[in-house]
């Protein structure tokens, strides 16, 4: 398969054709990481929602395999949809799916009914109605069979949350070593609210806490994960992540979706966020990204314990049917490692690059440094249209001979009338991806826009950006990565250009490596 056709991501997983939205189960099992998705096998618009499947050694490279849970009924008229869940593997067979000593692999997915029901587990379920279900797989994921005999395991959200049975999803699933349980984290999507609930098997499952709504509350909450990561440093000090998706209700900015997160404990039964991490009147939220195009965001499971891996959607709900972009739709993020780390007193979430990428990167990289880079722009050889940008230069205060930004224009025409421009603002204090003059922006009128992110120079007084430029993406991660800010863009494939844009004034001690990145497939 080429994967050369116009915008194809070359070192980002986007299906062979067809419509993706969420990672819905990702698993690391016996050497091998799987990647589950919202899929819809019968075109590049959402509908006939299945879970699609791809797995990786390195995380880089995928094969993509044949369906994982085909949407009951299609393409005939279709009676179950499997939304977004995620995946465990049952090491101890607490599920008792395991036969002749293999391990089962367990699902739990939101099924959305779209027509009102008696199932074979003589229940009932009305029209629309989303309710948790389990499926297993004994061949290392490649086939599943759901638990009919009775699902729904979670028929209906419990009291007093009855009503909200339309809105009731995404289960997050992960083992809890301390209380030897299975945890599942659900959402109540329209109000605001995490459901946990706790289980011995898979199958049979309580109530047991619930948290929200905290910081932001923005449309619906949507695929909340939460998990465990010691504190760089202080390896006595483990803290609890919550990851929730807002659709539309992202970062200022931003229309559409975007993803906050909350740093606390977690004792096996409550969630509580740190005190610090809740913010007066929703004023304000953690956000994982903030860019325009990081949703659904999920943690692996089955890493070793501590070793936090997330993936998102790189799409958003405002425009994603609009890409224009065929014959597939939506790419996912790079997958990104996550870590905790003391910064200015306050517990801080990181995010850099899994390594595995250098094994696309070229082995020369282009570098080059500047004592001063002067006003305007400063040409650089072209470095083509997938590339990874490390670019760091001294912060300053406003000054008159100094500039007031400083960009990398990137997937520039050779006039430069075509370009996104990724930089920061030395007077804000805020990185930025400006995309108005990106290439394709007609399909949204929301799309052609700029984007920041706050984010305050190092120890050393230097701004620190890593770029990662794709032939549809772009993703920067800010310092040590306690900012990150995702964006798509549709450049013509003529689009190859690149230089320094120094506004204002001069930019001091500009250190730039360019590395190419070759495709993956
Ligand atoms: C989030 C979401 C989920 C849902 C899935 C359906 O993007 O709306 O809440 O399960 O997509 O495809």
Not at 27 to 49: A, D, I, K, R
Not at 105 to 125: C, E, N
Not at 230 to 247: A, H, R
Not at 314 to 329: K, V
Request: glycine share 8%.
């Amino acid at each position: 398969l080429g994967y050369t056709e116009p915008y194809r991501p070359q070192y980002h997983f986007s299906p062979e054709e067809n419509w993706m939205n969420d990672p819905s189960g990702l698993l690391y099992h016996s050497g091998t990481y799987h990647l589950f998705f919202q899929y819809n096998p019968g075109g590049s618009e959402w509908g006939n929602m299945s879970w699609g499947h791809a797995t990786s050694r390195d995380l880089i490279h995928w094969d993509e395999r044949p369906v994982a849970l085909l949407a009951r009924g299609y393409p005939d008229t279709v009676t179950e949809m499997y939304f977004t869940g995620s995946a465990v593997a049952d090491v101890n067979n607490t599920s008792g799916f395991g036969v002749d000593g293999k391990v089962p692999l367990v699902a739990m997915y939101t099924s959305m009914y779209p027509v009102a029901q008696d199932l074979p587990s003589g229940k009932h379920v009305r029209a629309e109605q989303q309710s948790q279900s389990i499926a297993y797989s004994l061949d290392e994921g490649e086939t599943w069979t759901t638990y009919d005999a009775e699902n729904p395991v979670i028929h209906n959200p419990p009291s007093p949350y009855e009503d909200e049975f339309i809105n009731f999803r995404d289960p997050f699933v992960f083992w809890h070593d301390d209380t030897q349980k299975w945890i599942s984290v659900t959402v109540v999507a329209a109000i605001h609210k995490i459901l946990i609930f706790s289980s011995d098997n898979l199958k049979e499952w309580s109530f047991i806490s619930e948290f929200g709504p905290y910081n932001a509350v923005g449309g619906v909450w949507e695929c909340a994960n939460l998990f465990q990561m010691p504190v760089e440093g202080d390896p006595s000090t483990k803290k609890w992540v919550l990851v929730l998706g807002l659709n539309p209700g992202g970062p200022p900015g931003t229309v559409g979706s975007g993803t906050q997160y909350f740093i606390g404990d977690f004792d096996g039964t409550t969630f509580k966020a740190d005190s610090d991490n809740v913010y007066p009147d929703n004023k304000s939220a953690n956000w994982m990204d903030f860019g325009p195009d990081f949703y659904a965001a999920a943690s692996y499971n089955g890493l070793p314990d501590g070793e936090v891996i997330q993936i998102a959607w790189m799409n958003n709900w405002q425009y994603g049917a609009l890409i224009p972009t065929s014959p597939w739709r939506s790419a996912m993020s790079v997958p990104r490692h996550l870590s905790l780390k003391t910064v200015n007193e306050k517990v801080t979430l990181l995010q850099q690059p899994q390594q595995s990428w250098r094994t696309v990167a070229d082995h020369k990289a282009a570098k080059h440094s500047w004592e001063s880079v002067s006003e305007g722009t400063t040409s650089l050889d072209s470095p083509g249209k997938a590339f990874k940008i490390d670019l760091s230069f001294a912060d300053h205060d406003s000054d008159d001979s100094l500039a007031s930004t400083f960009a990398i224009a990137v997937r520039a025409s050779s006039d430069f009338k075509q370009e996104t421009l990724i930089g920061y603002n030395f007077t804000s204090k805020e990185m930025f991806v400006d995309r108005q003059h990106s290439g394709d922006v007609s399909f949204d009128k929301t799309f052609a826009s700029l984007y920041h992110a706050p984010l305050s120079a190092s120890a050393d007084k230097r701004i620190n950006l890593q770029v990662f430029v794709d032939w549809s993406s772009v993703e920067v991660l800010g310092g040590q990565g306690e900012v990150s800010l995702t964006a798509q863009i549709f450049p013509e494939e003529s689009a190859t250009e690149a230089q320094l844009v120094s506004t204002d004034g001069t930019t001091q001690d500009v250190r730039l490596q360019i590395t190419g990145m070759s495709s993956s497939h």
